[in-house]
């Protein structure tokens, strides 16, 4: 049974920086597209990037553009997310997927990691 574990969240001020990992176990990594989703307090589980199984296209919502990016390594069963001028609306419980192809549509995404908080203060 596959499982992801999230790592790297935290308390950062308005403009830092964080990064995000995901290692995955119990699936064969390099064949799924991964997706991070985050849950804000009182919101629904909101697409924030994907990435394909080859890690030739990415895709970002409009509001992270130009400040995160995804990123993987096959070799390690890993997915990242580097966060970068963080905002404090940034703030949620940050999720990685794992899925036969990647879309924005979490019901679509097989496996999901347990998350981990992000916290931006202003």
């Known amino acids: 049974q596959g499982q992801l574990v999230e790592s790297g969240g935290g308390l950062v001020m308005a403009g830092g920086s964080l990064r995000l990992s995901c290692a995955a176990s119990?699936?064969?990594?390099?064949?799924?597209?991964m997706g991070w989703f985050r849950r804000a307090p009182g919101k629904e589980r909101d697409f924030v990037a994907a990435?394909?199984?080859?890690?030739?296209?990415?895709y970002y919502e409009d509001s992270v553009k130009g400040r995160f990016t995804i990123s993987r390594d096959n070799a390690k069963n890993t997915v990242y997310l580097q966060m970068n001028s963080l905002k404090p609306e940034d703030t949620a419980i940050y999720y990685c997927?794992?899925?036969?192809?990647?879309?924005?549509?979490?019901?679509?995404?097989?496996?999901w990691g347990q998350g981990t908080q992000v916290t931006v203060s202003s």
């Open positions: 119990g699936l064969s990594f390099s064949r799924y597209g």
């Open positions: 997927a794992a899925g036969l192809g990647v879309t924005t549509t979490p019901a679509l995404y097989m496996y």
């Open positions: 990435i394909i199984w080859s890690g030739g296209s990415t």
